[in-house]
C-alpha cells in the first residue's frame, strides 16, 4: 500500500497567541492585586501594620505593592513586574537588611503564587492559541 500526499505548509498566526498572552498577564496582575488585598487583616485601620507571616502572601500597607505590578508583551514574550523597589525582596526574601546589615526578610511569594496556582490552565489556554493559529497552505 502507498499513501501519497500532496505537500503542504503549516502557517501560525501570532494574533491569537499574544492576544491570549496579554489576558493571562491582564488576569495574573488582577489576581495578584486581588491575593493582595485579602492579606489586609481585617478591622485594621490605615497607618497600623501588622505584618503577614513567612510564606503568606505581604500585608497590604498602602497599595504600594499591588499599583506597581504591570506587564508588556513584546513577541511571543510577557514579563510581569512589580516595580516597588521592595517586591522582590518579599517575593524572595533577603539576607543582611537593616543598618547592620545582618536582618533577614523570610519570602512571602505574591505573584509567583498566583502564577503557580494558574500553571496548568496557562498551559492550556497558550496550547489553544496556537493551535487556533495554524493554518494549513
Same mark, same amino acid.
Given at each position: ?43 485594621? =485601620?490605615?497607618? *497600623?501594620?501588622? %505584618? ?6 505581604? %500585608?497590604? @500597607? ?6 506597581? @505590578? ?9 514579563? @510581569? ?7 522582590? /525582596? ?9 543598618? *547592620?546589615? *545582618? ?6 511569594? /505574591?505573584? *509567583? ?11 492550556? =489556554? ?7 493559529? @495554524?493554518?494549513?497552505?
Amino acid at each position: 500500500m502507498k499513501i501519497e500526499l500532496d505537500e503542504f505548509m503549516l502557517k501560525l498566526n501570532k494574533k491569537p497567541f499574544k492576544r491570549e498572552l496579554r489576558l493571562i498577564a491582564k488576569e495574573i496582575k488582577q489576581k495578584t492585586i486581588a491575593l493582595l488585598k485579602q492579606s489586609q487583616p481585617s478591622g485594621e =485601620r490605615r497607618g *497600623s501594620h501588622t %505584618a503577614s507571616a513567612p510564606g503568606q502572601a505581604p %500585608a497590604l @500597607i498602602d497599595g504600594l505593592l499591588a499599583n506597581s @505590578i504591570t506587564y508588556k508583551v513584546k513577541g511571543n514574550k510577557v514579563t @510581569i513586574t512589580d516595580g516597588a523597589y521592595y517586591s522582590k /525582596f518579599l517575593e524572595v526574601g533577603a539576607k543582611g537588611t537593616g543598618k *547592620s546589615k *545582618s536582618g533577614t526578610i523570610l519570602e512571602r511569594p /505574591f505573584m *509567583s503564587k498566583v502564577i503557580d496556582e494558574m500553571r496548568d490552565e496557562i498551559t492550556a =489556554r497558550l496550547t489553544k492559541a496556537v493551535m487556533e493559529g @495554524i493554518t494549513t497552505k
